[in-house]
């Protein structure tokens, strides 16, 4: 009998090119149905004796077996099991691992965004959650998480955060009137018409790249395999879109929510009910330093 155990932590049984997940058990016998019974509303379902090692008796599929999704969820187990060993970025992860399958098991293991999410919620673990409001951050700041603070005002209402990165450190901070318009700024139209954040359509493809390499002066030979593996994932993302079920990434809750606000922000400005002034001094309560 082989099990996967699932992203959550449930053990599947695979059987036969099948796989199941556990519905009932008594004393001596456990029942297992179909775990694509929601998506293709399949009955089928096998009864096995307890702890499982054989199987009793089964009821058919009304689907084809399919080796693929067996494949697919093989692959995400292992890099599920890898998260923990390797800290590189989730991407390199998933291509490194998907590269050597073949591509139908590449679609059935599911969109890069999925499991991207389910390799961010393995790392995040234990960490206690995100405040949810200013005064629910700890004060004083638990010790492992001030390595990069260098301001910390302490105060319960107004409490202001400042940290760096340790490659760059430096901050600078200035206020002086804009050299050009906020009407000529590149971003200025884009942001009133809700176009794409970037003028660079590339740019997601470039960031994927950079992070799938993962260090700045690669040898030919990196780049190369790296190419290769982005081909393969393209690759799959071809197929699933030929098959109707393009993956689609969503947009970040807090970038959707920060696009907004300088959405606001500039038609403010440009119906006059802020001057630029105030619009500058609103734009820099929202700049990030990350
Ligand atoms: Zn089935």
Redesign the pocket.
């Known amino acids: 009998m082989e099990f996967i155990t699932s992203s959550r932590g449930a053990p599947k049984l695979c059987f036969d090119s099948?796989t199941y997940t556990k519905k009932k058990s008594s004393k001596t016998t456990i029942t297992w149905?179909?775990?694509?019974?929601r998506t293709?509303e399949?009955?089928?379902a096998v009864i096995t004796d307890s702890p499982a090692t054989e199987i009793r008796s089964s009821r058919e599929?009304?689907?084809e077996k399919d080796d693929s999704h067996v494949g697919g969820l093989k692959v995400r187990k292992e890099i599920q099991l890898s998260v923990q060993a390797n800290r590189g970025w989730p991407g390199q992860i998933i291509a490194d691992k998907m590269f050597s399958q073949p591509v139908e098991v590449r679609v059935a293991a599911g969109t890069t965004e999925t499991i991207k999410r389910g390799i961010r919620r393995k790392r995040a673990g234990d960490a206690p959650n995100n405040p949810e409001k200013l005064d629910a951050i700890p004060s004083p700041l638990p010790e492992s998480y001030t390595h990069q603070l260098v301001y910390d005002n302490d105060s319960g209402s107004d409490r202001v955060l400042v940290s760096v990165r340790s490659q760059t450190g430096g901050l600078i901070f200035r206020r002086t009137q804009p050299r050009f318009e906020p009407a000529t700024w590149n971003v200025n139209t884009a942001t009133l018409n809700d176009e794409a954040r970037t003028n660079n359509v590339c740019e997601a493809w470039n960031n994927g790249f950079r992070c799938l390499v993962g260090h700045v002066n690669p040898s030919l030979w990196t780049v190369i395999s790296c190419f290769e593996k982005d081909a393969a994932m393209v690759e799959a993302e071809i197929l699933r879109v030929q098959r109707g079920q393009p993956s689609k990434k969503p947009a970040r809750k807090g970038t959707v929510r920060y696009q907004k606000t300088l959405k606001t922000l500039c038609q403010q400005l440009s119906n006059g009910q802020k001057t630029v002034e105030e619009f500058l001094q609103a734009i820099g309560g929202h700049i990030r330093l990350r």
């Open positions: 099948f149905e179909c775990s694509q019974r293709l399949c009955k089928g599929h009304n689907h």
